[in-house]
């Protein structure tokens, strides 16, 4: 059984920044594809950050520059380092790999 766990989210100030962590068990992270979805209030869940099993990167125009995603193959944890914050990215973020999501973490970011 896969479950992925969030965490990091939080209240920050525009221009803060808060590192997401996705806890993988059931499946391995430096194996699969590994994404970070972002649900704003009210719209759909949109890409925002990919991770390949062979560490290619990918960033939704909105976060290139901004998000670093990565990986700890030892911790088999996921994480999303987000910089530079804006009142656009709030909203709960999800890591998601093949058919399986987390619960979410919730990010606020204050003006």
């Known amino acids: 059984q896969v479950q992925l766990v969030e965490s990091g989210g939080g209240l920050v100030q525009v221009g803060g920044s808060l590192r997401l962590s996705c806890a993988a068990s059931g499946i391995i992270v430096s194996r699969n594809t590994m994404d970070w979805y972002h649900q704003a209030p009210g719209k759909q869940h949109e890409l925002v950050a990919r991770i390949s099993s062979g560490g290619r990167t990918f960033y939704a125009d909105s976060v290139n520059g901004r998000f670093t995603i990565s990986r700890d193959n030892a911790e088999n944890t996921v994480y999303l380092q987000m910089n530079s914050l804006k009142p656009e990215d709030t909203g709960v973020y999800y890591c998601?790999?093949?058919?399986?999501w987390g619960q979410g973490t919730q990010v606020t970011v204050s003006s």
């Open positions: 998601h790999a093949a058919f399986d």
